[in-house]
């Protein structure tokens, strides 16, 4: 069993940075591949970003070029760095682990408001 605790979001202005926090706890994170989605008001549920066991990342094109992931399995935390931020990255971001095509474990989410 996984548990997944993300940290990290806010509110922001337009153009700015935030850095999301994703521990988890109850067995390691190493032998999971991770990501990141998010859910904006009255929207559908959409994938953000994904990093393998391997390291390997890849990115929704809506923030290809602005958002990084990156994880620390010495400290069993993943990480989504977020720039130049635009009021429609607002939403609930959530953290995940699972198999590269599916999402076992999901954490409780928190939100990110990019507004001025």
């Known amino acids: 069993q996984v548990q997944l605790v993300e940290s990290g979001g806010g509110l922001v202005q337009p153009g700015g940075s935030l850095r999301l926090s994703c521990a988890g706890s109850?067995?390691?994170?190493?032998?999971?591949?991770m990501g990141w989605y998010r859910q904006a008001p009255g929207k559908q549920r959409e994938w953000v970003a994904r990093?393998?066991?391997?390291?390997?990342?890849n990115y929704a094109d809506s923030v290809k070029g602005r958002f990084t992931i990156s994880r620390d399995d010495a400290k069993n935390t993943v990480f989504l760095q977020m720039n130049s931020l635009k009021p429609e990255d607002t939403a609930v971001y959530y953290c995940?682990?699972?198999?590269?095509?599916?999402?076992?474990?999901w954490g409780q989410g928190t939100q990110v408001t990019v507004s001025s």
């Open positions: 990093i393998t066991r391997s390291g390997s990342t």
């Open positions: 109850g067995s390691i994170l190493l032998g999971y591949a």
């Open positions: 995940t682990a699972g198999s590269v095509v599916t999402p076992t474990y």
